[in-house]
């Protein structure tokens, strides 16, 4: 009886392990159901801020140091400025878009 | 009456001196070692048992294993699973410098820009790494997004470069300064309430009440921003947008 049982719960197991590693596969491949940023709104607001202010801090930072070597003050500062402005807008723009997909709530895990 | 940015200083604790370098043991590192003691004893202790029905403490340490691998299969997709290991010492180690810090009297390392920096520039170097080892020199079409008009690839290749460059101010500054302004905050109303005295102390101390139930939400959604926001910086390295 109980050289029996052993065989038959093996199998059991063993199919039972399958099915497991079936699910978890498709889980797996499966779309991503929660994906992006949640949390209250001031610490949203936060967040866009920071990320406006360190592209421009990198770009102003950037700027004046290519300008500090190159000695052509103050021009590469001033191109930089700007292309640190466009570069926070943008980060402003992706994370905006990371959360309005979170908030849709059909994500596609990104792009 | 003390500053309410007193909590911040740091205090040698073992003065130790390298070649010039002051390398002593802090408070900071204390707390950092305390950190590392706590996360490990949680987990050690909470799987030590291995019971197929799991107890409380098991159930709370697979929670915290499911919730970052969870995190890792929705955002950075089936490859990210290598990085687990990374992602969820960082969560922990960011969550539990941000609990730790909450106890009266304890020092929270997170509150010192140089730790959230330090951190991000690990993150930093290893999603560049990543990036680089994953698609070699394609990564760098990265910075130049498909679809973009040859001309207009010197404007955009600049703004996209420094896009990439502020994650390196933008995570830590984020983790730092909301640690330092909470705590700031809870040491200024503590103050209120000493100095209006029996009388009129009960209101800021109402207020330091909720506020530091409002911190342990902002401990825990900080320590989430950060490994979220590097989950999807290892989606961007992997999948290269």
């Not at chain 1, 889980?27 to 990320?51: D, K, M, N, T, W």
């Not at chain 2, 983790?175 to 009388?199: D, I, R, S, Y």
């Not at chain 2, 009129?200 to 989430?224: D, K, R």
Request: hydrophobic fraction near 55%; proline fraction near 5%.
């Amino acid at each position: 009886m109980g050289e029996d049982k052993v065989p038959l719960s093996s199998r059991k197991f063993d199919e039972r392990l399958r099915a497991a590693q079936d699910r978890q596969r498709e889980v797996e491949r499966g779309p991503s159901r929660r994906a992006g940023i949640s949390g209250s709104a001031l610490g949203f607001a936060f967040r866009i801020g920071v990320e406006l202010v360190s592209a421009l801090v990198v770009g102003v930072g950037i700027g004046w140091l290519l300008d500090y070597w190159l000695g052509t003050q103050p021009w590469l500062l001033l191109l930089f400025f700007v292309f640190g402005a466009a570069a926070g807008i943008m980060n402003v723009y992706r994370a905006v878009e990371q959360m309005g997909n979170a908030g849709n709530g059909d994500a596609e895990g990104g792009k | 009456m003390a500053s309410p940015l007193e909590q911040f200083e740091i205090k040698p604790i073992v003065p130790i001196e390298i070649g010039g370098l002051d390398m002593s043991f802090t408070n900071s590192a204390l707390w950092m070692t305390i950190a590392v003691v706590v996360i490990t004893a949680f987990l050690v202790g909470g799987v030590s048992r291995r019971a197929v029905v799991p107890g409380r403490w098991q159930s709370a340490a697979e929670m915290s294993y499911e919730f970052i691998a969870g995190m890792i299969r929705d955002n950075v997709g089936p490859e990210g699973r290598q990085y687990f290991p990374f992602v969820f010492s960082l969560f922990m180690f960011i969550l539990l410098g941000n609990l730790l810090g909450l106890i009266p009297y304890s020092f929270t390392f997170t509150s010192h820009i140089i730790v959230t920096f330090a951190l991000a520039l690990i993150v930093f170097v290893l999603v560049t790494a990543v990036g680089l080892i994953r698609h070699g020199m394609h990564f760098f079409t990265y910075f130049v997004p498909s679809g973009v008009p040859g001309w207009m690839a010197p404007i955009i290749a600049p703004i996209e470069v420094i896009s990439y460059l502020s994650r390196l101010i933008s995570l830590p500054v984020r983790l730092f300064a909301n640690m330092m302004a909470g705590h700031t905050m809870l040491k200024v109303f503590a103050g209120f309430t000493v100095a209006l005295g029996v009388l009129g102390g009960w209101a800021p101390l109402l207020i330091n009440v909720a506020l530091t139930g409002f911190e342990v939400l902002v401990a825990v959604l900080q320590a989430y921003v950060f490994t979220i926001l590097t989950c999807l910086y290892l989606h961007d390295a992997i999948h290269l947008h």
